[in-house]
């Protein structure tokens, strides 16, 4: 916590409003805009609704076709699911491990010409019908902005909204222009673990006001315009609270060096570790600016390193890291659905690893772990040796 969030909170228990309304609600809100230079946002109680009620305002239905980055975690897909339509998902490229945009224009294509094919319940194949996708979902993992430039063209070619996660991206930018700005929706979500939060919490993004006014309307019931409750449509409970939002508020009041607190982490971590040849660290291409949220490495296999026993041998002495998000693709529940790719996010979970990345971290701190690390590392080179 920044330290601020009492001062939000109390300001809404002395109003009396400690519903899904009130003026902290409206203060996250203009706080999010002002930093990211969009025109309008929806705040939500998670980024999986945003991601929800996105997927409605593009038009998503039974019987339609989502094309979802496979790299990611799975809030990006389940709302597909939600809506009864299928998934189809995309490999990464190697610059940022985000959608490939090559992958991406061979699903478009193969959809189009009714080449793809699914499951039935009865686990039979069937053809899925010739249609041109009606959303695609690209995720900036880990904070890396994706290849927004060249994604944007695809979509703009086939007619096809884009939808930003960047659930993991807020305050990442690619020449100065916020993530989640470049697409017709952006998605960012205040959960416990991202680089700000308000323990639950996420924000619908769009220059498109009328949009932004029907998923606003959507998030609370859709409730007609009477005096009684009328309802001609289904809506959901997906209004941020006002004690949430006070959080938010204080919170976006230090996301600025809660990045540079972050990218600082990377910076140290690749000086005391950039010497060692059995990892590598994913660099920036140039313009691009990731927020950092999380440090994250790969291994050589070819050195006898494996990331489950490096992560086993460091949570045995206390120090936490994860594997990469396992690709949807491989997920049970999805992996009979369509993927296009050359499996490179399959590598980048057998050899990827996530280190520790708070913004409390110091320079001692990280010095420590690395520390650990090496010699957890060369524990593990020189047991795989004896092996072979």
């Given amino acids: 916590m920044s330290g601020n969030e009492l001062k939000y909170i109390g300001n809404a228990f002395e109003a009396n409003f400690i519903a899904p309304v009130g003026e902290n609600i409206d203060l996250f809100e203009k706080s999010i805009k002002d930093f990211v230079g969009i025109k309008e946002v929806l705040t939500t109680n998670s980024g999986t609704a945003a991601i929800h009620l996105a997927l409605i305002l593009a038009g998503v239905g039974p019987g339609d076709v989502v094309i979802c980055q496979s790299l990611t975690f799975a809030a990006s897909a389940n709302p597909i699911k939600y809506l009864g339509a299928t998934p189809i998902f995309v490999d990464s490229e190697e610059d940022t491990w985000n959608m490939d945009p090559k992958a991406l224009n061979k699903a478009i294509e193969a959809s189009i010409k009714g080449e793809l094919e699914n499951y039935s319940e009865l686990d039979e194949v069937k053809k899925l019908e010739p249609q ?59 959960n416990g673990n991202k680089i700000i939060t308000t323990s639950g919490g996420g924000a619908l993004i769009s220059n498109n006001k009328s949009a932004i006014d029907e998923a606003r ?37 230090v996301l600025s060096s809660r990045v540079e607190s972050r990218r600082e982490n990377f910076r140290i971590y690749k000086e005391f570790l950039d010497e060692e040849k059995s990892i590598q660290f994913l660099e920036e291409p140039s313009s691009y600016k990731s927020n950092r949220w999380l440090t ?8 006898g390193l494996s990331p489950k026993i490096l992560q086993k041998e460091l949570d045995d002495i206390g120090i936490e890291s994860r594997p990469l ?9 999805y992996c009979k659905y369509p993927y296009f790719g050359n499996n490179l996010s399959e590598e980048l979970f ?32 020189a047991t795989a040796f004896v092996d072979k």
């Fill in 296 to 303: 994250t490495i790969t291994i050589n296999p070819e050195t």
């Fill in 132 to 190: 041109i996708p009606k959303a695609i979902i690209v995720v900036h993992l880990y904070g890396m902005p994706a290849k927004m430039t060249e994604i944007n063209k695809i979509g703009k070619k086939y007619g096809i909204p884009i939808i930003e996660d960047a659930a993991e991206a807020l305050g990442s930018t690619i020449d100065d222009q916020q993530c989640g700005t470049f697409g017709d929706y952006g998605i960012y979500s205040f």
């Fill in 350 to 381: 057998k050899t990827g690893l996530c280190l520790p990345s708070g913004s409390s971290l110091n320079r001692e701190t990280i010095l420590m772990i690395c520390t650990k690390l090496k010699g957890v590392m060369k524990k593990s080179i």
């Fill in 325 to 333: 998000w396992k690709p949807m693709h491989l997920q049970p529940i």
């Fill in 217 to 253: 309307n959507l998030s609370t019931q859709a409730r007609d315009n009477f005096i009684h409750y009328e309802h001609s449509k289904v809506g959901y409970n997906y209004r941020i609270s006002n004690i949430t939002a006070g959080i938010g508020i204080a919170q976006m009041e």
